[in-house]
């Protein structure tokens, strides 16, 4: 940040869905100026040309992605990317002094053989930049988040499965082998190219599991959960498709190493561990989460139930895909890395009821 209290930010991928969110909360964050927006097939319009409802606040240009240009005006770059462009980008970016937050997967494994397993990217090479990279949770990694310069944001199902999970592994209180995550997504989580599965046509009044047993999120998941529980974690998470925009509801079960704990136990502990943490709400006993009311917001959303019948505990998270799980947390990532307050610039009202 410089001297004045102001960073000058960048976003590469500004015509994306993530993109999009960036210029809204940014334009609106009382220490950012924003002062490039870099793309592919839209460089060279007028920013209000393909967003016009945010004509009137964004006089930008998209212009070609040049990291001289870039590097040359801002001080922090978010990259909206598709998988596997961030880490062509990034290590020249850091290098020129930017600090770098990216939205895409590129930097989240930290093994880059299991990287390449799931994403490609044989040509890949950058183990000594990845190995600066902090996953961009701040419920669960805020310290380090504070002294990096290159953030993994984390993936939609992961921040709003993990934030579900958390407190019953960093404190043992499930048996890990029994983790089940059911996790259901809106569908601007597909982002914004075009794919046939999110047309109106083919989603509406329709509702799949898709990725079953194959998400490229699962080895986000086992390696976070691997590292709250301290061993290695294996997990069965399987998303769905379902006929709405925005929204992710995950739905966690797990069986209870003691039996005898009761939801009033479990939402004490929850309500403790996220204590300093302002974008989590654990709800009141009996209370389970709509996704709408996290829609728009930084918000997660995290309601309890503990079955005494077979010993299970049900969690049940909802976030909005595209903020608390994509470009609200990546500007909740730059507030801990400015020193800024982490809930600055940051929506937390509902579109809805
Ligand atoms: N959607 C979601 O809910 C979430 C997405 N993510 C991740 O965030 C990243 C961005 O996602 P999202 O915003 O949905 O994506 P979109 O598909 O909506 O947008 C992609 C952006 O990338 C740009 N782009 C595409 N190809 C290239 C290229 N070859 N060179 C340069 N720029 C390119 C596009 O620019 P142009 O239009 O100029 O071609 C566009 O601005 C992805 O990695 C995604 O996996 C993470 C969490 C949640
Ligand atoms: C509904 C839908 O299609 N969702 C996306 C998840 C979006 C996301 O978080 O993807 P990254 O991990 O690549 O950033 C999917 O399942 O591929």
Redesign the pocket.
């Known amino acids: 940040m410089g001297d004045n209290g102001r960073v000058t930010v960048g976003i590469?991928?500004?015509?994306?869905?993530?993109?999009v969110q960036l210029v809204r909360m940014l334009c609106e964050h009382p220490n950012v100026d924003l002062v490039y927006l870099?793309?592919?097939?839209?460089?060279g319009k007028p920013y209000g040309d393909i967003y016009p409802h945010l004509a009137h606040r964004i006089d930008l240009t998209?212009e070609p992605?040049d990291i001289d240009t870039i590097a040359s005006r801002c001080q922090v770059v978010f990259l909206?990317?598709?998988?596997g462009?961030a880490y062509k980008m990034a290590p020249q970016l850091l290098e020129k002094g930017c600090q770098v937050l990216d939205?895409?997967?590129d930097y989240r494994l930290t093994d880059l053989n299991v990287y390449k397993d799931w994403y490609g990217g044989d040509d890949r090479d950058d183990r000594d930049v990845l190995a600066k990279a902090v996953y961009g949770l701040p419920e669960l990694y805020r310290d380090r988040i504070l002294e990096t310069n290159l953030i993994a944001?984390?993936?939609?199902y992961t921040t709003t499965s993990l934030l579900a999970i958390a407190p019953l592994l960093k404190q043992g209180l499930i048996d890990p082998d029994t983790l089940i995550i059911d996790a259901k997504?809106g569908t601007?989580?597909?982002?914004?190219?075009g794919k046939i599965n999110l047309l109106l046509a083919e989603a509406h009044n329709s509702l799949a599991a898709y990725g079953v047993t194959s998400h490229r999120h699962t080895p986000e998941l086992e390696q976070v959960c691997s590292d709250l529980a301290g061993h290695e974690v294996k997990v069965q998470f399987t998303p769905h498709l379902i006929p709405m925009v925005r929204g992710i509801l995950s739905t966690v079960y797990a069986t209870l190493r003691d039996p005898g704990l009761v939801r009033e136990d479990l939402r004490t502990i929850y309500s403790v561990f996220y204590q300093n943490s302002p974008w989590v709400r654990v709800l009141p006993n009996g209370v389970y989460p709509q996704s709408k009311w996290a829609c728009g917001t930084n918000l997660c959303y995290i309601g309890l139930e503990v079955d005494a019948r077979t010993d299970r505990v049900i969690v049940m998270s909802v976030t909005d895909?595209?903020i608390k799980?994509?470009a609200g947390q990546a500007v909740q990532c730059l507030n801990l890395m400015q020193g800024l307050d982490e809930t600055l610039g940051l929506p937390k009202l509902a579109f809805y009821p």
């Open positions: 590469v991928g500004a015509s994306g869905y993530g993109g870099g793309g592919d097939s839209s460089a998209v992605i909206g990317l598709p998988n462009l939205l895409s997967a944001c984390p993936g939609c997504s601007s989580g597909g982002g914004r190219q895909n595209l799980g994509q």
